[in-house]
């Protein structure tokens, strides 16, 4: 009788759990996913600065600022490959000016890039809501710079484009936390090294004022700080 009770509430246990584990909540999905995001971002677009300094020194008064900041807004599309592992590609664009402009006159320093990425994002999924992880960016780094002036005297003004192409990677922290079963904002925070070593200006390369031999850098590498929001169709 005792075997027999034993086989009985072995069985009544066997469907029990299976009954659980039937009507558990499912695991993270792996899928498709998009984020957007904005942030601010350290410059060290040092020889830019040389330049700023030197229109200051020659009109004896601090007109241009230097560029050591600026905004960042992009887009990423990926597919979670595992529930813990995000791979995806994405777009952004740094924004970062000096100009000063009076009596018609104008002179003004823009100095925008467009970053193109591949992000890897690892984010273990232990069932919590708010989750903390790591990734990674690699891609290029385009130059959309440009100098605009204008003569007092004519008031036309005039743009020149810097045309360039650099390497860049990137790692940082992230902290992400779900609101829904398809929506999270998340945080992130790291250091991007993005250098573009060589700019022309209608096909001829640049150099700086006081060498013929040193090429002007653009260097947008420095620590940034991006919010965004994350959403899984």
Known sequence: MKARSAIFVFHLLTMVIATCLAV???????????????????????????????????????????????????????????????????????????????????????????????????????????RVGAGADVGMVSSAAALRYSDPVVFEEEEDSFDGLGFLFAGYAIVDAGLSDQWSIYGQGGFRHAIIGEVKVDGDTVYNPDSLDDKLRLNYSGVFLRVGMKFRP
């Not at 942030?39 to 700023?52: I, R």
């Not at 229109?55 to 992009?74: H, K, M, V």
């Not at 924004?95 to 823009?110: H, M, N, V």
């Open 24 to 130: 558990a909540p499912p695991a993270r999905a792996e899928g498709i996913y998009l984020q957007v995001h904005g942030g601010f971002s350290t410059l060290n677009l040092d020889d830019v600065n040389d330049a700023v300094d030197a229109i200051n020194d020659a009109a004896g008064a601090q007109y241009l600022d230097n560029l050591t900041t600026g905004w960042e807004a992009g887009f990423t599309v990926g597919y979670d490959i595992t529930r813990n592992l995000g791979l995806g590609v994405g777009y952004a664009r740094i924004t970062a000016s000096s100009e000063y402009s009076r009596d018609g006159g104008l002179i003004a320093f823009d100095r925008p890039a467009d970053l193109f990425e591949i992000t890897l994002d690892y984010l273990p999924d232990d069932g919590r809501s708010v």
